[in-house]
């Protein structure tokens, strides 16, 4: 089964300085892993994917994130942090029969 | 891009009562909806599955008579709540895919906040 691992609970992170959030997995075959955002009472929104080809991938509000296959990482970053990305950050891959295996979640506060 | 309309936001009820929520994919068709619970600061508790036009498959601990799931066309499910009460008090979040494909991006409704008296 395919599962995927965040190991932190909360990131804090100043604003304007760098963010990273992590995640792990574990999967047969070739990954396709996720990111989504979640703000408070408010469903998921989609941030980006990796599904092959470069590993870096952007997604939106300027996000980012790195696939590395030794490592069985996809962490998610961000340059220079928003006091307005606090928010609720899953990692996911997927799983067939169009299903996501999701991470625990991280929460991400950005201090101003 | 793809859209999934869900409500209500926020329902209060009495317990004892049932309650629906609906999802809509409001520009794309649905051929699976998936169903979820969420507790506070946690991840996301799959339900079911729903497929149009076939029953749900519930997963492992979820009760099928008391969650009623209907994907009665290929943009609408619904879930019921039925004689619910207090610790059936929760956020449920809807998404729809559009395909079977890994690189499908699942569209997430924004969620139903119930709350059991």
């Known amino acids: 089964a395919q599962s995927v691992a965040q190991p932190e609970d909360q990131v804090n992170v100043a604003e304007g300085n760098p963010l990273t959030v992590k995640c792990t997995y574990s999967?047969?075959?070739?990954?396709?892993l996720f990111w989504y955002v979640q703000y408070p009472n408010r469903g998921l929104q989609f941030l980006l994917k990796?599904?092959?080809?470069?590993?870096l991938v952007k997604g939106s509000y300027g996000f980012e994130a790195e696939f590395n296959k030794s490592q069985t990482s996809f962490h998610l970053k961000k340059p220079s942090a928003l006091v307005s990305d606090s928010a609720l950050y899953f990692c996911?891959?997927?799983?067939?029969?169009?299903?996501?295996?999701f991470g625990k979640g991280n929460q991400v506060v950005v201090i101003p | 891009g793809a859209v999934v309309s869900q409500h209500p936001s926020w329902v209060i009820c009495k317990s004892g009562t049932s309650v629906k929520i609906e999802c809509r994919s409001l520009?794309?068709?649905?051929?699976?909806m998936f169903w979820y619970r969420q507790f506070p600061k946690q991840s996301l508790m799959l339900m079911a599955t729903?497929?149009?036009?076939?029953?749900?498959?519930?997963e492992q601990g979820v009760e099928k008579d008391k969650f009623l799931i209907n994907h009665a066309s290929l943009t609408l499910s619904t879930l019921t709540v039925t004689s619910a009460h207090p610790e059936d008090s929760s956020f449920y979040i809807c998404?729809?895919?559009?395909?079977?494909?890994?690189?499908?991006?699942?569209?997430f409704g924004a969620g139903s906040r119930l709350t059991v008296l």
């Open positions: 996911a891959a997927f799983e067939g029969n169009n299903r996501l295996a």
């Open positions: 990796y599904i092959t080809g470069d590993n």
């Open positions: 999967v047969s075959g070739n990954p396709y």
């Open positions: 998404s729809g895919s559009q395909g079977d494909s890994g690189a499908n991006v699942l569209t």
């Open positions: 729903s497929n149009e036009g076939s029953k749900a498959t519930y």
């Open positions: 520009d794309f068709q649905a051929t699976t």
